[in-house]
């Protein structure tokens, strides 16, 4: 049967825009839908616009710093309307590049909504109707609003956070995830009085201990309130902003409400079940390794799958979709060891196994870890510590995991993910010469054991014999 197209991508953010290119260089003819802006989350509402606010940020970090080292710095004041328009043309840029790499490859880009009919057809919001040998769904996540509560109209997503009109002197963060913390180290730092409200004990679950302890001391030291085990239960918007009464009762006047309690796969309305296309409990489409649904001919990459919702992993995948479905080189996505930085001020940076999951998966594990105050902070005055963590199988001496809180943590751990990825040692690591004076070089020069876990595991019970506690 003959198609229109060999490949019909919906969405055009990471994922997408990667494996319509390639596939348009195997010869495929390929269009792609957008509804919004190309470049998707990262370019326009994530890493790319968030990664900027960081920089913003910090700058108030280094005029206070300055002093120490003979710097004499006047009366500084942040512009918000500043930096929001050159924010906005930072990103417009980018996803003009986006734009012109996909023509360039000869893919066709519609701006339209796309819904699908069935395996092999697409429906436009300008009436079109597209059949394709092979669909890529490729539309990525959505913030979500959990738990519902009365007056959440009044609050704020991480996609409007950006582009507020006015900066807020007064702002609630609602959650504990990476979104969450990244947005109150940057306000804080900014000039707005933060308060973090989250559900649990601590930030940042699934982090390594060491690492959610420290940043949680560093948010404190920026100034951010935090208030675990506590949420909002109503929002009531005033003349002056809004009021938020608390689960515990206290009320709180602030000028936003951001929630940040996670992302859901963006899937309503795309039309997947007319397809029968399978979902699983969160929305996220279901596929195998390979990025194929339980339809042959329908494929998904990215957070639409709620496998790793990661900008480079939606690459990753897109890029091995292409090249085996158009390239004749099967191949897919490797999920295992990978590194990522959650940009907070102190940052953090981590690759492979936590210390908990180490201990639950090997038999015996050693921990090589480092807390000491960075050389900079010797003269800012400033009470910033920095983390270092080595976890070790202690049978193999096998590396599992590095974990590290301080100044360019995130530039640290993407090599240390291709030293982890490479199944390097703990000798590699003490055979590696130092690059002094640094941080990083911590991660070479420590050799004492902080702890050795031993999983000790319980003996079977004889006849007439009792199992050992514990």
């Given amino acids: 049967m ?25 010869g495929a003819k390929v269009v792609v839908a957008e509804e919004f802006r190309v470049g ?20 108030a970090d280094a005029f206070a710093e300055a002093n120490g080292f003979g710097w004499n710095v006047g009366e500084t004041s942040f512009d918000w309307p500043r930096f929001v328009a050159a924010k906005e043309k930072e990103i417009t840029r980018l996803s003009a590049i986006y734009r012109t790499n996909l023509e360039k490859a000869g893919v066709e880009i519609v701006a339209a909504r796309a819904v699908i009919e069935d395996a092999h057809t697409v429906a436009l919001s300008t009436g079109r109707r ?32 950006f582009d507020l009109p006015v900066f807020p002197k007064r702002l609630l963060i609602v959650g504990a995830g990476y979104i969450s913390v990244e947005f109150a180290s940057v306000f804080a730092r900014l000039g707005s009085a933060v ?23 560093g948010l404190s030291e920026a100034g951010v309130t935090l208030r675990a085990g506590c949420l909002p239960a109503k929002i009531e918007k005033h003349a002056d902003g809004l009021a938020v009464t608390m689960s515990d009762g206290g ?85 295992s060891k990978i590194a990522t930085a959650v940009f907070t001020t102190p940052e953090i940076g981590t690759v492979g196994l936590t210390e908990a999951q180490a201990r639950a998966q090997v038999p015996c594990v050693d921990i090589y870890a480092a807390s000491f105050r960075p050389m900079k902070a010797t003269l800012s005055g400033r009470s910033e510590k920095t983390i270092m963590k080595i976890v070790v199988d202690a049978g193999s001496d096998k590396v599992l995991g590095v974990h590290i809180l301080g100044e360019a ?12 990825k490479m199944g390097a040692t703990k000798a590699d690591f003490d055979a590696t010469m130092a690059v002094h004076p640094t941080a990083a070089e911590e991660l070479v020069t420590l050799r004492t054991r902080r702890i050795r ?18």
């Fill in 195 to 217: 308060t973090l409200t989250f559900r649990g004990e601590n930030v940042l679950r699934g982090f390594d201990e060491d690492l959610r302890d420290g940043l949680r001391e």
């Fill in 409 to 420: 943590a995130g530039e640290m751990a993407q090599i240390l993910g291709i030293v982890v």
């Fill in 453 to 470: 876990h031993e999983r000790i595991e319980p003996v079977p019970a004889g006849p007439g014999m009792a199992a050992p506690a514990g």
């Fill in 251 to 335: 009320l709180l006047e602030v000028d936003e409400v951001l929630v940040a309690t996670g992302r859901a796969p963006h899937t309503q309305g795309l039309g997947l079940d007319k397809a029968g296309v399978e979902l699983g409990p969160k929305g996220e489409v279901l596929v195998d390794e390979q990025s194929r649904t339980n339809v042959p001919s329908i494929y998904a990459v990215g957070d639409v799958t709620d496998r790793v919702a990661l900008t480079p992993v939606a690459i990753r995948e897109g890029h091995a979709f292409a090249d085996s479905v158009f390239g004749g080189k099967p191949g897919f996505a490797d999920h």
């Fill in 40 to 59: 998707g989350t990262c370019v326009i509402r994530g890493c790319v616009p968030k990664k900027l606010m960081v920089y913003a940020s910090r700058f």
């Fill in 2 to 26: 003959a198609y229109d197209v060999d490949l019909f991508v919906i969405g055009a953010g990471s994922g997408g825009t990667r494996a319509a290119r390639i596939a348009a260089g195997y």
């Fill in 130 to 161: 597209i059949s394709a040998g092979t669909i890529l769904v490729a539309t990525g996540g959505s913030p979500t609003l959990h738990p519902a509560i009365p007056g959440q109209e009044h609050a704020i997503t991480s996609n409007e956070i």
